[in-house]
C-alpha cells in the first residue's frame, strides 16, 4: 500500500519549477555520493521541461557530476527523430544539450523512424529489454533502481502517456507499452507503464496552474488509478506533488502548509 503523497505548495510555476530544480541537484548529488551514481526518469509536457530548464539555469547545476547520470523518459510521443513534438527533442533543447552528459547514459525512447518504423509495439519493447538490461540487484519490476522518476500531472489526471481507462494503465505485466489514440497529441505513444513508475525509489507529481487544480484534488481524492492515473503513481520510499498555489486551490488548506508565501 502507498503511502500519501508529500505536498510542497509553492507560489507560482516558476518557483515551484526553480525549487524542484534545486531538490532534484540535491537529490543527485547525494546518489552520486552514495553510490557512485543517478538514475533520472524525466517527463515531457511545460512543467518537467521548465524544470530542466530552471535546472539549466541553476547556480549549483554543477554540483552534479552529469557523466554519472542515467536518463530514462517515462514517455514519450512516437514521432520522427528530432520532430520537435517529441519529448526528447525539447528536453535536449531545455537541458541535455547545455550539460556533459555521457551520451551512453542517456536512454531516448526509440524514434517512428528508427530501427523499428513505425511498430510502436516493437519499439515500446526493446525500451522495455533496454530498461531490463540496466535493472541491477537493487532493482524491482524488471526497470534499474530510478532515484526519482518525475511525472507531469495532466488536466485530465494522466501521467506520462497513461491516459484514464485507456489499456496502458490496466497494465499489470509489462513495463513499457505502446499507445493508440491517445487523447493528448499525438495520437501514439509509448509510455512505462504503472509496475515500472512504482519501482523507482521516488516519484515527484509535477502540477503547476489552474487547469490541473481539478486533477489534483481528484488525485488526492481516494480515486482509483484507472479513473486517475496519477492517483496510481507513487513511489518506494517517496512520493512528491510539486504544486504552485493555482493548482493547489482546490484542496483543503489544512491539507498542507505553503513552502513559500
Ligand atoms: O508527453 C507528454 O505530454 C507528457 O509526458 C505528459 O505526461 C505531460 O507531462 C502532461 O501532459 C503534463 O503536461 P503539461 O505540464 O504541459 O501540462
Not at 72 to 95: C, I, K, M, S, V
Not at 191 to 216: H, N, Q, S, Y
Amino acid at each position: 500500500m502507498s503511502t500519501p503523497p508529500q505536498l510542497v505548495v509553492h507560489r507560482d510555476k516558476d518557483l515551484m519549477a526553480q525549487a524542484a530544480a534545486a531538490r532534484l541537484i540535491t537529490k543527485i548529488v547525494d546518489a552520486q555520493a552514495s553510490a557512485g551514481s543517478a538514475s533520472v526518469v524525466l517527463t515531457g509536457g511545460r512543467n518537467g521541461n521548465g524544470l530542466l530548464a530552471a535546472l539549466r539555469d541553476a547556480p549549483a547545476r554543477d554540483a552534479v557530476d552529469w557523466s554519472r547520470l542515467d536518463l530514462w523518459w517515462g514517455d514519450e510521443r512516437f514521432l520522427p527523430a528530432g520532430d520537435p513534438e517529441r519529448n526528447e527533442t525539447q528536453a535536449r533543447e531545455a537541458l541535455l544539450d547545455a550539460v556533459p552528459l555521457d551520451p551512453k547514459r542517456v536512454h531516448a525512447m526509440p524514434t517512428s523512424n528508427g530501427p523499428y518504423g513505425d511498430d510502436a509495439e516493437a519499439a515500446a519493447a526493446a525500451y522495455a529489454a533496454e530498461l531490463a538490461a540496466a535493472a541491477g540487484p537493487e532493482s524491482h519490476a524488471g526497470v534499474p533502481a530510478f532515484d526519482v522518476l518525475m511525472l507531469g500531472v495532466g488536466p485530465d489526471t494522466h501521467v506520462a502517456s497513461l491516459f484514464p481507462e485507456l489499456p496502458a494503465v490496466r497494465e499489470t505485466e509489462r513495463t513499457v507499452v505502446a499507445v493508440h489514440g491517445a487523447p493528448k497529441p499525438p495520437p501514439t505513444r509509448i509510455t512505462l507503464t504503472l509496475p515500472a513508475i512504482r519501482a523507482a525509489r521516488e516519484v515527484w507529481l509535477l502540477a503547476a496552474g489552474e487547469d490541473k487544480a481539478e486533477a489534483v484534488a481528484i488525485t488526492l481524492s481516494g480515486a482509483g488509478e484507472v479513473q486517475a492515473p496519477a492517483a496510481g503513481a507513487y513511489g518506494r520510499s517517496r512520493t512528491l506533488m510539486l504544486l504552485d498555489s493555482t493548482a493547489a486551490s482546490r484542496l483543503p488548506r489544512d491539507l498542507y502548509a505553503p513552502a513559500s508565501p
